[in-house]
Nanobody
Framework: EVQLVESGGGLVQAGGSLRLSCAAS????????IGWFRQAPGKEREVVSC????????SYANSVKGRFTISSDNAKNTVYLQMNSLKPADTAVYYC?????????????????WGQGTQATVSS
């Protein structure tokens, strides 16, 4: 059974930090890119960041560049999203997703597997 399990969300004040984790199982981790998406109330889901687990290449939305860092621990089949200098505009449900390549996942939006999401709330 394929699973993507997110954790690490919570409530934080503006300027604070959160670290999200996405633990993957049920598929060959190194064969997939993993991405973080988010959806705020009343808004469309948007891509935040993606990583190719085989070579470590990454991409970020302009809105989070310089504040968020995505990383992968292939030994643990886990991807992390370190979120610093958080803003109220970052408040959303954060989902991790897997796709066959970073291009397919983060540019074309071709997603093979989704996690259930974790809420991150940033207060002003």
């Amino acid at each position: 059974e394929v699973q993507l399990v997110e954790s690490g969300g919570g409530l934080v004040q503006a300027g604070g930090s959160l670290r999200l984790s996405c633990a993957a199982s049920g598929f060959t981790f190194d064969d997939y890119a993993i991405g973080w998406f988010r959806q705020a109330p009343g808004k469309e889901r948007e891509v935040v960041s993606c990583i190719s687990t085989n070579d470590g290449s990454t991409s970020y939305a302009n809105s989070v560049k310089g504040r968020f860092t995505i990383s992968s621990d292939n030994a643990k089949n886990t991807v992390y999203l370190q979120m610093n200098s958080l803003k109220p505009a970052d408040t959303a449900v954060y989902y991790c997703a897997a796709g066959r390549s970073r291009w397919r996942l983060c540019v074309l939006g071709l997603i093979d597997y989704w996690g259930q999401g974790t809420q991150a709330t940033v207060s002003s």
